[in-house]
């Protein structure tokens, strides 16, 4: 091991400190800069999968409405010409 002069060591010690801490800060922000972005994702996701539902659910809707409605006319259809 290198020895170091007295007033030399706690100056290295304290630089090796702060460029410790300031990877530990860049890694830590990349990773939030990251979840960030997939919060984001996520967010644009599910809004489009709510889109694609309710489009799907008012399309269903609306099936059934002109089934009930075919089978209403029919219905009528039928009693006009009974009676």
């Given at each position: 091991?290198?020895?170091?002069?007295?007033?030399?060591?706690?100056?290295?010690?304290v630089?090796?400190?702060?460029?410790?801490?300031?990877?530990?800060?860049?890694e830590n922000?990349?990773?939030?800069?990251?979840?960030?972005?997939?919060?984001?994702?996520?967010?644009?996701?599910l809004?489009?999968?709510n889109?694609?539902?309710?489009?799907?659910?008012?399309?269903?809707?609306?099936?059934r409405?002109?089934?009930?409605?075919?089978?209403l006319?029919?219905s009528?259809?039928?009693?006009?010409?009974?009676?």
């Amino acid at each position: 091991m290198v020895n170091l002069p007295k007033l030399d060591a706690p100056y290295f010690f304290v630089c090796l400190y702060r460029a410790f801490a300031e990877s530990l800060k860049s890694e830590n922000a990349s990773r939030l800069a990251s979840m960030q972005v997939a919060e984001q994702n996520i967010e644009e996701r599910l809004a489009r999968l709510n889109a694609q539902f309710q489009h799907e659910r008012q399309t269903q809707l609306l099936k059934r409405s002109w089934k009930l409605s075919q089978g209403l006319k029919r219905s009528r259809n039928l009693n006009d010409t009974n009676h």
